[in-house]
């Protein structure tokens, strides 16, 4: 009788979740640590303005039932309140926009829909911020009279 040879059994390769198999490595960079640090600060600085911009606005200003055209003309008369809302607009789209970045970077699996979807987002808040930039400084008090 022979003896039963033992052959060592190779386990099976498991893929890590949301890996994916097809996509090349690229080199380590630190983009994705600021854009994350960003995301802390920014939400940060947007729950001051936010909460500062709802409590002068609806408590101190007597409501909202005061806003027109009239109020808003007053308001942006002022550079400390365009500055404010500039902040706030381009804070918000940015901090929107890096959110749904890594939403898209973690639910497409096929390339060319990452990149459609990130190029109909970056277009999209190009487009809000450069309106709401234009607005905030353009805006024209007498085209109300």
């Given amino acids: 009788?022979?003896?039963a040879r033992s052959y060592?059994?190779?386990p099976p390769v498991i893929e890590s979740p949301r890996s994916a198999p097809n996509r090349p490595r690229r080199t380590r960079t630190n983009t994705e640590l600021y854009a994350w640090l960003f995301?802390?600060?920014?939400g940060?600085?947007?729950v001051v303005l936010v909460l500062g911009h709802l409590f002068i606005?609806?408590?101190?200003?007597?409501?909202?039932q005061r806003i027109n055209w009239g109020f808003v003309a007053g308001r942006?008369?002022?550079p400390?309140?365009?500055v404010w809302d500039l902040l706030m607009l381009w804070l918000a789209m940015i901090h929107g926009t890096n959110g749904l970045r890594?939403?898209?970077n973690d639910y497409t699996r096929r390339d060319g829909t990452r990149l459609t979807l990130k190029a109909v987002l970056y277009t999209a808040t190009t487009i809000t911020i450069a309106l709401g930039t234009l607005v905030i400084f353009t805006f024209n008090p007498d085209m109300g009279s």
């Fill in 39 to 42: 995301m802390r600060v920014s």
């Fill in 57 to 64: 606005m609806n408590i101190l200003d007597g409501g909202v």
């Fill in 1 to 3: 009788m022979t003896a």
């Fill in 8 to 10: 060592p059994t190779i």
């Fill in 102 to 104: 890594v939403i898209i």
């Fill in 80 to 82: 400390f309140w365009q």
């Fill in 76 to 78: 942006w008369a002022s």
């Fill in 44 to 46: 940060i600085v947007l």
